[in-house]
């Protein structure tokens, strides 16, 4: 089957990108989240990278340490990583990249 690399992630979900991309591609998406709004994000058995498009949050670690991201900073979390995500006061806008850890 062939799919079509043009995606739009503002408009859907559904990327296909493990057939498009090799590599250990989980899924590529953007989230939106409104004003304190949480997320809570884990990798068992996969990492996620994430892109701040727009707005910010204050993520907190499992040993309680904090860390804000705004407009144009990435964060990662490694396979056994964990954050939950507040969305600060103009909620967020970003894109999440999860992928497989083998």
């Known amino acids: 089957m062939s ?19 090799a590599g250990p591609w989980k899924a ?24 701040v ?12 340490s904090t860390f804000e991201f705004k407009k144009d900073m990435s964060m990662t979390l490694a396979s056994g990583g964990a954050a939950s995500v507040v969305a600060g006061p103009e909620g967020f806008k970003i894109c999440q990249v999860t992928m497989r850890v083998d």
């Open 28 to 51: 590529i998406k953007v989230v939106d989240a409104t004003p304190g709004e949480t997320l809570e994000f884990s990798t068992d058995g996969e990492e996620h990278g994430v892109f």
């Open 53 to 64: 498009i727009e707005g910010s949050f204050v993520a907190t670690i499992p040993d309680g």
């Open 3 to 21: 799919y079509n690399p043009r995606v739009n992630l503002y408009e859907t979900d559904v990327t296909n990108i493990t057939e498009i991309m």
